[in-house]
């Protein structure tokens, strides 16, 4: 399993991306960052970069993050997905587990759990 780990932000809100980037840098377990605001961003960064972890909104331009979800449990097997939305009902969180997401929480609230989330817990890896 690699130490260090390649993270992909899905968010439309750079405030928000920003704020999370400023948070993992200080992550000694994230060797890197890559960010999309929109789906056709994000898959396309997927099938290239490979990420361990994304960190995905459930509100994005085009298709919403559900459906990116549903892209990568199928095409990216061992990349975990952390969802990290407003929309932090039980109807999408039940959902987002249902599909896979290792992690659901409330980008208002639970924001800087993110960099502990990722250095301290075990994620699948690739190498």
């Known amino acids: 399993m690699k130490k260090t780990k390649t993270v992909l932000i899905v968010d439309d809100n750079m405030n928000f991306v920003d704020r999370m980037i400023g948070l993992l ?3 000694k377990s994230v060797e ?6 929109d789906y056709d961003e994000a898959r396309k960064l997927l099938s290239q970069e490979n990420p361990d972890i994304v960190l995905l909104d459930i509100n994005l331009p085009g298709k919403n993050g559900i459906e ?9 097997a ?6 990290i ?3 932090a009902d039980d109807y999408y969180r039940q959902q987002c587990f249902d599909l896979g997401a290792k992690y ?14 990722i ?4 994620f699948i890896g690739k190498k």
């Open 85 to 87: 939305t407003n929309h």
């Open 78 to 83: 061992d990349c975990e997905v952390i969802m």
């Open 119 to 122: 250095s301290n817990h075990s």
């Open 25 to 27: 840098v200080e992550a």
């Open 32 to 37: 890197n960052i890559i960010v999309a605001s």
């Open 68 to 76: 990116l979800l549903k892209l990568i449990r199928h095409h990216n």
């Open 104 to 117: 659901f929480l409330d980008k208002s609230n639970d924001f800087a759990q993110v960099p502990g989330i």
